[in-house]
């Protein structure tokens, strides 16, 4: 593919993930979101979807740092 239909398809999985995520599919958001390239909206997606393995495989990928990951852990818990 050339890159302007990549960024094409990147901006169609975003715009899906936002429609997705605005009806309540949340988890299918995330998938949308991080095939789309947008992990901190896959990120958020995953939180809202209480899908703890996917939001803390993202949160590794964003390198996110162990206070900022401590801080997600407290708060995915007290949505379990």
């Given amino acids: 593919r050339s890159a302007t ?11 899906y993930g936002d429609y997705l995520s605005d009806n309540g599919q949340t988890e299918e958001a995330g998938l949308a979101y991080s095939r789309a390239g947008n992990d901190r ?16 495989a993202v949160a590794r990928k964003l ?16 949505k379990l």
């Fill in 5 to 15: 239909e990549k960024q094409k398809m990147e901006k169609l999985l975003e715009l």
């Fill in 63 to 78: 390198q996110l740092n162990e206070a900022d990951m401590k801080q997600m852990a407290s708060e995915m818990m007290d």
């Fill in 41 to 56: 909206k896959a990120l958020e997606a995953y939180q809202n979807s209480s899908d703890w393995r996917m939001a803390f």
